[in-house]
Structures are given as structure tokens and as C-alpha cells.
């Protein structure tokens, strides 16, 4: 099911046009990202690239208070999949490689997923991203490969 009331007219566009009858089957946002908090900051369709905001929730947090290593991969999953859906047909995460710079500290309130397409190449979409704060301070990077399905 869509949400098609928090979502910009020209991005239910794309979706449309890449997914044509299957657009009403998809989940938009996903259970994922909803529980993750995330949100829609920034876009550029011309571009290719989008940046999701996140909160650092106390669920979030390790042993030492800092983010879990996985919750930033999710993180960044939850920004590559949506990013991947405007500008390709179905497609899933094939690969995901996370490099983590510095620990996320409980004290920020969100971070910052921007992702991008580096390239496409038949069935496959080359994707990048970087983490930060408000700032601009890099916390992590992490590149991906999605496999089309048709």
C-alpha cells in the first residue's frame, strides 16, 4: 500500500512508470523504514540521488551507546532501496559493503543517508553512499549492487 499522501507528485510518477501495474502491490514506505523512523530529506530525480534522515534511538544503540554496525547498514539499505525503485524496475540488494569511519554517539539526534547511483550496467545498479551528522561529519560509506529482476 502507497502513502501517496506524504510522497512528492513527481516521485509517484517514476514509481508508476517503472512498476506500472504492480504500483498499488508495493509497500511504500516499508514496514523497515517505518520502524527505523526514517524520512525523506532530499531528492534529485535528475541526479540520482536522495538523502533519508534517521533518528539515533536508544533501540539503536550497542553496548558502548553508540549505533549498532547493523542499524547503520539497515539504514543504508533503507535509503539504496528507494533510491533503486526511481530509476530501475523490481531490483533487490544483491551486495552491500559497509566501511565504518568513526562510532555514531547516542548524543546525535539523526544521521543522514546520502545515496547515489554510480552506474548501471544491464541488470545491475552500482550504488554509493555516505552517513553523517547534521554537520557533515562522515561516520561511515558503503557501496552496493542491486539485481534487477526482469
Known amino acids: 500500500m502507497i502513502d501517496l499522501e506524504n510522497l512528492p507528485e513527481d516521485i509517484i510518477s517514476v514509481l508508476k512508470t517503472n512498476f506500472g501495474d504492480d504500483f498499488s502491490e508495493i509497500d511504500i514506505p516499508p514496514s523497515a523504514f517505518k520502524a527505523m523512523g526514517g ?14 534522515k534517521f533518528p539515533v534511538k536508544e533501540s539503536f544503540l550497542n553496548q558502548f551507546r553508540n549505533m549498532n554496525g547493523g542499524m547503520i547498514a539497515s539504514a543504508i539499505d ?17 551486495q552491500l559493503e559497509v566501511k565504518f569511519r568513526k562510532p555514531i554517539p547516542e548524543s546525535l539526534d539523526y544521521i ?11 541488470r545491475q545498479l552500482i550504488l554509493s553512499a555516505k552517513v553523517s551528522d547534521e ?12 539485481w534487477i529482476i526482469s
Open 39 to 52: 524520512v525523506l530529506h532530499q531528492y534529485n530525480l535528475l541526479d540520482k540521488t536522495l538523502v533519508m
Open 78 to 94: 533503507n535509503t539504496f532501496g528507494p533510491l533503486s525503485m526511481l530509476v530501475a524496475p523490481p531490483n533487490f540488494t544483491r
Open 112 to 122: 543522514f543517508v546520502h545515496a547515489y547511483i554510480n552506474e548501471r550496467k544491464k
Open 135 to 146: 554537520l557533515g561529519c562522515v561516520y561511515a560509506t558503503a557501496n552496493a549492487t542491486h
